[in-house]
């Protein structure tokens, strides 16, 4: 794997003519440090934040580790990337693919850092403008605008980062929680953000998840719903939050008001890598 993707030191193995490495490959974390030239690196000045993220993503999802793309995102200057970050909109697309990328390519490389899953997501598995970040950083420091991961979507973190303040949104979306995919069978599937259809993409991704992982109890009075919507609930704006949006996605009637349980989530690995751009795992 590359400099910024891998925490372990082995051998790198040859790239290809696009600049690709097959997973897993993991090299030693500091081979690169930013500045210094890499392997597969892009030139200074030409880095594209945004279509290099994409690029992590559909590297990921057929099973390889593009090398210029990481390390072109781990050289990119801070001001760089905040003239390239302009807005929420690009934001939620970038670092929606940022996790979604360096996520896969890290459990493709080694599986088993899934047995202890609390620590895989605390640890950094990407490095952007030459700051090292974890999944949980980008997850609850950028795109959900510094919240707590303990706090329902109700506590916010009084003292992030000014690298997090920098570059977080501005106003947190919950339909980003159908956007990540961090490996497990329950979440939602892999896929790519672009600022210019995200507001529709957002839109049909939380239809889709939320019409799948919904079902009603055999008497019809209890609605068995998605534990995300738990763990988030103030994300969604609580109870009443979490019926709108089943109302709004037709998951239940209008006027209608059911009991509301929250199913259990499959933390089965599933991240098979597919040849296919378009499919959705």
Same mark, same amino acid.
């Given at each position: ?17 696009a ?12 081979a ?28 990921a ?7 210029a793309?990481?390390d ?27 996790y979604?990328? *360096?996520?896969?390519? &890290?459990? @493709?490389a080694?599986? !088993?850092?899934?047995?202890? /899953?609390?620590?895989?997501?605390? =640890?950094?598995v ?11 950083a980008i ?5 959900r605008?510094s ?14 980062s ?35 259809t ?13 019409? *799948?992982?919904?079902? &009603?109890? @055999?008497?019809?009075? !209890?609605?068995?719903?998605? /534990?995300?919507?738990?763990?988030? =609930? ?25 009991h509301?349980?929250?199913g259990e ?17």
């Amino acid at each position: 794997m590359s400099t910024n993707l891998g925490q372990d030191g082995a051998a790198q193995s040859q790239l290809d003519a696009a600049g690709y490495r097959a997973i897993p490959v993991i090299v030693a974390p500091d081979a690169h440090p930013p500045g210094s030239p890499s392997q597969g690196a892009l030139p200074p000045g030409t880095v594209d934040a945004l279509s290099m993220a994409v690029r992590l993503v559909e590297a990921a999802r057929a099973g390889r580790m593009d090398v210029a793309a990481s390390d072109g995102l781990a050289h990119l200057s801070a001001t760089a990337l905040r003239d390239e970050l302009p807005d929420d909109a690009s934001r939620i697309a970038f670092w929606s693919n940022v996790y979604n990328g *360096a996520v896969r390519a &890290r459990l @493709l490389a080694d599986p !088993t850092r899934y047995r202890r /899953r609390t620590w895989f997501f605390v =640890r950094p598995v990407v490095t952007i403008a030459g700051r090292r970040l974890s999944p949980n950083a980008i997850e609850h420091g950028m795109l959900r605008r510094s919240a707590l991961l303990v706090g329902l979507g109700y506590l916010r973190n009084p003292w992030p980062s000014r690298f997090e303040r920098a570059f977080r949104v501005r106003v947190p979306d919950p339909r980003v929680h159908f956007a990540l995919d961090c490996g497990a069978r329950s979440c939602p599937p892999l896929r790519t953000w672009h600022p210019e259809t995200l507001e529709r993409d957002l839109e049909a991704a939380a239809a889709a998840y939320v019409r *799948a992982e919904s079902r &009603r109890s @055999l008497d019809g009075r !209890t609605v068995i719903v998605p /534990r995300l919507l738990a763990w988030y =609930r103030g994300d969604f704006g609580g109870k009443q939050g979490i019926l709108r949006l089943l109302r709004q996605h037709a998951v239940i009637d209008a006027r209608e008001t059911p009991h509301i349980r929250f199913g259990e989530y499959d933390w089965t690995l599933d991240v098979e890598p597919s040849e296919s751009p378009g499919s959705d795992r």
